[in-house]
């Protein structure tokens, strides 16, 4: 068989390479990550409005274009490639696949027209302290009260939290363990109780926050899906978001090989480019197989996802693994081929270092991956 990108994906791609080099070029991604948001308000208009991306997995039922995950990597690997500043990956990859995947039909026709259009930013909360991205580390409470829900405890790193303007958040029946007495809720921002701050991150292209839930009263129809089996739909979202990272960390070792390449071939040393050494094509070399193999894992994982297919978990891990591995790897080779000037400030590879490193921890590292693979063939 075949496998490539159609005509309509390699335009998609061709289209999203062009804007981002318009619109998230090093010096606006500087500027965007500096600002108060961590992202440019008229990039993201212009992201809604003019490309639609957004709307690209959203059924056209509700607004959406109606796509699914082999576009969403073709995207995603490009923002990857530029470090796009925007509430994408929080709203469309995590939020947004939330709603689609545990909210009801009134729920999602309230909702996903206004996230179609950009008006919308939702974010999931899920993790906590512990820092564990499973089942077992969502420990906020959900307690029934008259004919609503009283939610107490703690989110952190909740992607864009500072600027949502809708949470969905994670929260289990007291008593309940694992995957058994999650639910789902749809929280705004302005509910009393509700508290949110910015946390400091590494990585200054993507912000994080805590959000704190003293005692938030919510109706019963914040509540997706059925009470107490919100996992399952928690868990799919997870597996995409991971396929979805995949591909952003797929663009981005591409892009520290391209820098490494371009260097390599200009920098001048004992009267001859440093590319010509052959420890530095050796380094290049190895960047390339990485890059390659990783984009492999991400590409089969997106065809998984678009099937349906009952080993998307296992898949999902495996690229997060391949792809955080192959990320982190070229982006502190690449700081080797650029010798002491790499680190710098002036250049943009602490940038792509810092993002490799925190989406290698974000969703599950490689270790808590591996181990989600042997438990699934029984090891």
Same mark, same amino acid.
């Given at each position: 068989?075949?496998?490539?990108?159609?005509?309509?994906?390699?335009?998609?791609?061709?289209?999203?390479?062009?804007?981002?080099?318009?619109?998230?070029?090093?010096?606006?991604?500087?500027?965007?990550?500096?600002?108060?948001?961590?992202?440019?308000?008229?990039?993201?208009?212009?992201?809604?409005?003019?490309?639609?991306?957004?709307?690209? %997995?959203?059924?056209?039922?509700?607004?959406?274009?109606?796509?699914?995950?082999?576009?969403?990597?073709?995207?995603?690997?490009?923002?990857?490639?530029?470090?796009?500043?925007?509430?994408?990956?929080?709203?469309?990859?995590?939020?947004?696949?939330?709603?689609?995947?545990?909210?009801?039909?009134?729920?999602?026709?309230?909702?996903?027209?206004? %996230?179609?259009?950009? +008006?919308?930013?939702?974010?999931?909360?899920?993790?906590?302290?512990?820092?564990?991205?499973?089942?077992?580390?969502?420990?906020?409470?959900?307690?029934?009260?008259?004919?609503?829900?009283?939610?107490?405890?703690?989110?952190?790193?909740?992607?864009?939290?500072?600027?949502?303007?809708?949470?969905?958040?994670?929260?289990?029946?007291?008593?309940?363990?694992?995957?058994?007495?999650?639910?789902?809720?749809?929280?705004?921002?302005?509910?009393?109780?509700?508290?949110?701050?910015?946390?400091?991150?590494?990585?200054?292209?993507?912000?994080?926050?805590?959000? %704190?839930?003293?005692?938030? +009263?919510?109706?019963?129809?914040?509540?997706?899906?059925?009470?107490?089996?919100?996992?399952?739909?928690?868990?799919?979202?997870?597996?995409?978001?991971?396929?979805?990272?995949?591909?952003?960390?797929?663009?981005?070792?591409?892009?520290?090989?391209?820098?490494?390449?371009?260097?390599?071939?200009?920098?001048?040393?004992?009267?001859?480019?440093?590319?010509?050494?052959?420890?530095?094509?050796?380094?290049?070399?190895?960047?390339?197989?990485?890059?390659?193999?990783?984009?492999?894992?991400?590409?089969?994982?997106?065809?998984?996802?678009?099937?349906?297919?009952?080993?998307?978990?296992?898949?999902?891990?495996?690229?997060?693994?391949?792809?955080?591995?192959?990320?982190?790897?070229?982006?502190?080779?690449?700081?080797?081929?650029?010798?002491? %000037?790499?680190?710098?400030?002036?250049?943009?590879?602490?940038?792509?270092?810092?993002?490799?490193?925190?989406?290698?921890?974000?969703?599950?590292?490689?270790?808590?991956? +591996?181990?989600?693979?042997? +438990?699934?063939?029984?090891?």
């Amino acid at each position: 068989m075949h496998f490539a990108f159609t005509q309509e994906q390699e335009e998609l791609r061709e289209s999203a390479r062009g804007f981002l080099a318009e619109h998230s070029s090093p010096e606006q991604v500087r500027r965007a990550m500096e600002s108060d948001l961590g992202y440019d308000p008229e990039v993201w208009r212009r992201i809604a409005t003019e490309v639609g991306w957004p709307a690209v %997995v959203i059924p056209e039922e509700y607004g959406g274009l109606g796509l699914g995950p082999v576009e969403l990597v073709a995207l995603l690997e490009e923002m990857g490639s530029a470090l796009l500043c925007a509430p994408f990956f929080s709203t469309v990859c995590l939020g947004g696949t939330a709603l689609l995947a545990a909210g009801t039909d009134a729920q999602k026709r309230e909702h996903l027209p206004a %996230v179609a259009e950009g +008006r919308t930013r939702i974010s999931l909360a899920w993790t906590e302290a512990g820092g564990a991205w499973g089942a077992t580390g969502i420990r906020a409470l959900a307690r029934r009260e008259g004919d609503g829900f009283v939610l107490r405890g703690a989110k952190r790193f909740v992607l864009d939290g500072h600027c949502a303007d809708l949470f969905i958040i994670a929260a289990r029946r007291e008593g309940s363990t694992g995957e058994d007495g999650v639910s789902l809720f749809i929280v705004t921002p302005d509910t009393p109780g509700l508290e949110r701050r910015a946390l400091p991150t590494m990585d200054q292209t993507r912000r994080q926050s805590e959000i %704190v839930l003293r005692d938030v +009263r919510v109706p019963a129809s914040a509540l997706m899906g059925t009470e107490g089996r919100g996992w399952s739909a928690l868990g799919r979202t997870l597996d995409l978001a991971a396929v979805a990272l995949s591909a952003e960390q797929v663009g981005g070792a591409q892009r520290c090989l391209d820098l490494s390449v371009a260097y390599a071939k200009q920098r001048v040393q004992f009267g001859r480019p440093i590319g010509s050494f052959q420890a530095i094509k050796h380094i290049c070399a190895d960047m390339m197989i990485a890059v390659e193999s990783a984009r492999s894992a991400s590409y089969y994982a997106a065809c998984v996802a678009a099937e349906g297919r009952e080993d998307l978990s296992t898949v999902a891990s495996l690229a997060k693994v391949a792809c955080s591995e192959a990320y982190f790897h070229c982006a502190a080779e690449s700081i080797q081929v650029h010798g002491g %000037v790499g680190f710098t400030w002036e250049y943009d590879l602490h940038l792509y270092f810092k993002r490799a490193r925190s989406t290698e921890i974000f969703l599950g590292d490689p270790a808590y991956h +591996r181990e989600r693979v042997a +438990r699934h063939i029984g090891l």
